[in-house]
């Protein structure tokens, strides 16, 4: 069914000081000085990358402290950071060994519909930017306790997202169809004359699920490699494939679209695309990376989802989409970033063992 003319935004966020805006929230736009820091230095050439580094990893931080930051009790009127950074919990953790503090996703996640941030939808896996989530304290607070951390022999681990973002700036500017931010996704541009394809948005929504059906007529006309060999989070009605479609979105040049994208996961969490001629992905998740690593002070990163980097059409059967050789590549790309600037990494478990193995050559060190 066509739809009319439809912006998933606001009444009074459009134009172009919203745009700007925008991309003033993204993390595309936030990775350029990042990467601009590094390009050129001496810093870059300190340490061997091309092989993954268990063996230091696990001399670096071999006990580890890990809970997921809604799950910390704080102290009274503190942050989630300025509890885990106390002086005399330090102490303790040093008596008994621990090397490592895990504190999970801890950057702002979620979803931008106009000026308004909306909540996580998948724990705060979800990211939609470089900044520390204010439920959980500030950029301050976490630099003090790397540093506490440090002073105390040990390193802070943060996590990564590689194979997805939430719906925040960048997808919002991907809709919009500015510059290279539709490059960062895995979506597809579908031409008004098969929109009768495409399902009806429901008021109040910005996407639709695409039916079986729907997603093999997509395939058949060349947009997209149709189905998966599973649907996580599979719920009849609500997710049947991991294909969405937006409404009918006016673009900053005047020209109205319906996109389709994957997600692996929610409708939410809308999957990046790792090999884009822009290579906008990898600046992105790269520059989240170095964010970490040379800004926050983190000592190591957790690749989450890391295996699902990469998907292509099969001539027989579902698309190609675990196990893929570009999943392995582009964590060589991550890990060798994050050993290149002098930390460590380590993976997402949710993989085969055969997959685990493939990844860990030049990957994640753990």
Known sequence: MTEAKH???????????????????????????????????????????????????AAKASVWFTAYPPAIITAQEESVLATLGDECLWQ???AIGIQGIHTGPMKVAGGLTGHQYTPTIDGYFDRIGLDIAGEFGTAEEFKALAATANRHGAIVIDDIVPGHTGKGADFRLAELGVGDYPGIYHMVEIAPADWPLLPTVAAGADAANLSPTTVDALQAKGYIVGRLARVIFYEPGVKETNWSATPAIEGVDGVVRRWVYLHYFKAGQPTLNWLDPSFAAPRLVLG??????????????????????????????????????????????????VRKVGGFSFQELNLTVDDIAAMSNGGADL
Not at 295 to 302: E, I, Q
């Open 7 to 57: 912006a998933p935004h606001q009444a009074g966020s459009t134009g172009a000081a919203y745009t700007a805006w925008l991309v003033e929230q993204s993390m595309l736009a936030q990775a350029e000085p990042l990467a601009r820091r590094q390009s050129g230095r001496g810093s870059q050439w300190r340490h061997p990358y091309a092989q993954a580094q268990p063996r230091a990893a």
């Open 92 to 94: 303790a953790f040093a």
């Open 288 to 337: 989240d990376a170095l964010h970490s690593l040379t800004v926050l002070g983190a000592g190591m990163v957790r690749l989450d989802a890391n295996g699902f980097l990469g998907v292509e059409p099969r001539v027989d059967g579902p698309a190609w989409s675990e196990g893929h050789p570009l999943s392995i590549t582009a964590n060589q790309l991550i890990a060798g970033m």
